[in-house]
């Protein structure tokens, strides 16, 4: 059982949200539209000690950012559904706003639409070459669980 889920594409409306709620969960944060379209949640175990506190939200469902105190841990939890090309100024705007990066760890999880690492992420290279919306997550350091876990190319979970 999950302690803390990320969510990308739920497709929900506003009005819908509450079809994210189970037994387990705690607290639900989401993004999305009123429409069936984007969208993403951070759905938080009741079993896990976490205060929500600085929440950013986009409009257009795009990501959700909460920052407080997971466990007695300061940090932000970041998840992101990003644009289905290479969009370097939405990459840009959405790292930017993303709180305490100064004082809280980050938790990040996300569908970057992006080839982040091509040795990793394509079965046959095309190109060497990183798209410039990758280029803007360098800063964050450990991003990817493939520093962890290089044996899993792929992870998906249905609810």
Same mark, same amino acid.
């Given at each position: /059982?999950?302690?803390?889920?990320?969510?990308q594409e739920t497709h929900l409306k506003l009005a819908d949200q509450t079809r994210l709620r189970k037994g387990w969960m705690g607290q639900e944060f989401h993004s999305g539209l009123d429409s069936?379209?984007?969208?993403?949640?951070?759905?938080?175990?009741?079993?896990?000690? $976490?205060?929500?506190? &600085?929440?950013?939200?986009?409009?257009?469902?795009?990501?959700?950012?909460?920052?407080? /105190?997971?466990?007695?841990?300061?940090?932000?939890?970041?998840?992101?559904?990003?644009?289905? !090309?290479?969009?370097?100024? $939405?990459? #840009? #705007?959405?790292?930017?706003?993303?709180?305490?990066?100064?004082?809280? &760890?980050?938790?990040?999880?996300?569908? $970057?639409?992006?080839?982040?690492?091509?040795? @990793?992420?394509?079965?046959?290279?095309?190109?060497? /070459?990183?798209?410039?919306?990758?280029?803007?997550? #360098?800063?964050?350091? &450990?991003?990817? !669980?493939?520093?962890?876990?290089?044996? @899993?190319?792929?992870?998906?979970?249905?609810?």
């Amino acid at each position: /059982k999950a302690d803390v889920a990320m969510l990308q594409e739920t497709h929900l409306k506003l009005a819908d949200q509450t079809r994210l709620r189970k037994g387990w969960m705690g607290q639900e944060f989401h993004s999305g539209l009123d429409s069936k379209t984007r969208g993403v949640a951070i759905l938080v175990s009741k079993r896990v000690a $976490f205060e929500a506190g &600085n929440i950013v939200a986009d409009k257009g469902g795009r990501y959700i950012m909460v920052s407080r /105190k997971l466990q007695g841990t300061r940090v932000v939890l970041v998840n992101a559904y990003a644009l289905n !090309w290479d969009d370097v100024e $939405f990459m #840009r #705007r959405m790292l930017g706003k993303i709180p305490d990066l100064d004082s809280h &760890n980050l938790i990040m999880g996300a569908d $970057f639409n992006t080839v982040i690492g091509p040795v @990793l992420d394509r079965s046959k290279s095309r190109s060497g /070459k990183r798209p410039a919306a990758a280029k803007e997550l #360098r800063g964050l350091h &450990n991003l990817s !669980w493939r520093i962890f876990c290089r044996c @899993l190319f792929e992870v998906t979970i249905f609810i």
